[in-house]
């Protein structure tokens, strides 16, 4: 039986990835000391949001020994459909947009399959909401509706009307959330306002530290009203990988009190004959908005399974 070295099992450590670096990550201890660690040869890469074990070495650098199991894994879609892991252990997805003629149906449909799929819970912000007017507000209000009544929790934020991103902050509390969208809907003035100027620093001025300050592109930022906020481009314009038609179903819950109404138990809710969800929609119980989303997922998961079968 192999010999327990009692010495190294005393001096594993738990901490929080806060920051990547590509061969490295930047460790937060428990008390709150900020260590540069390294990965073992053919180690699974940590992500952004990890819980890890961690090892003390000489030079005030550390050795990632374990990732701790995940309760959620964020990935995005390469050039190829593949997905690529980018945060981990996350609570809610925040999905930012702006006034018409920005706002798209489409995208944010897509971005709650994924979080439907990734099992957070999805929060859609119209972001920029100082922008409205009383000829544009019911043309706003009108593409948030369907998404109040599923129901999915809506914010209207400002950079310039501090009560919504009050609110927005009040919903984080004590979550670990990120936050999509695409480019021009302020989601860098978002960040900059909840996080208050908040900078990560890798290495304290303790001598226990790393020893120096270290910049990335992707970071975890503790909220001052209490949460996480991780925030990467990566994320931020994060796609949704290849999925398959019955995912896509699944990233509909509206449709769920239909589905047993169908007369085909097969029905993929498109083309098929006595179809309950097509009927709900005609009934006005399911937004013909999010259906025409749905479509189009099921032509792009049907393509994609095609693509797989040649």
């Known amino acids: ?136 507000r019911p043309a706003a209000e009108k593409c948030l509706e369907a998404y109040r009544h599923i129901p999915y929790p809506v914010v209207l934020s400002s950079i310039y009307l501090k009560e919504g991103l009050r609110a927005l902050a009040e919903q984080l509390q004590g979550k670990t959330s990120v936050l999509i969208g695409p480019s021009g809907v302020g989601k860098s003035s978002i960040i900059a306002m909840l996080t208050e100027g908040e900078s990560i620093r890798i290495g304290d001025v303790s001598s226990k530290g790393a020893g120096k300050h270290t910049t990335t592109a992707t970071r975890l930022y503790h909220l001052p009203q209490g949460g996480n906020l991780i925030d990467s481009p990566g994320v931020r314009e994060f796609n949704l990988w290849r999925i398959s038609p019955q995912e896509v179903l699944r990233g509909f819950r509206e449709f769920e009190p239909f589905l047993s109404g169908c007369k085909f138990r097969d029905c993929r809710h498109v083309a098929e004959p006595d179809c309950a969800v097509r009927m709900a929609i005609d009934h006005g119980k399911i937004s013909p908005q999010r259906y025409a989303s749905y479509q189009e997922l099921m032509k792009e998961a049907n393509e994609n399974n095609q693509d797989y079968s040649r």
Request: neutral net charge.
């Open 1 to 136: 039986m192999q010999k327990v070295n009692e010495n190294n099992q005393a001096s594993i450590r738990s901490g929080l990835v806060i920051s990547y670096f590509g061969n490295s990550v930047a460790v937060e201890a428990e008390d709150g000391q900020v260590f540069q660690c390294h990965l073992r040869r053919n180690q699974e890469l940590p992500v952004v949001g990890d819980t890890v074990h961690w090892q003390l070495e000489t030079g005030n650098t550390g050795t990632i020994t374990a990732i701790t199991p995940r309760r959620s894994l964020l990935s995005r879609g390469d050039g190829r459909g593949r997905a690529k892991p980018i945060a981990a252990n996350l609570d809610i997805m925040m999905i930012v947009m702006a006034p018409p003629p920005i706002f798209s149906e489409y995208l944010v449909d897509r971005y709650l399959v994924a979080a439907e799929l990734l099992r957070m819970q999805p929060m859609i912000v119209m972001n920029k909401s100082d922008l409205l007017t009383e000829a544009t």
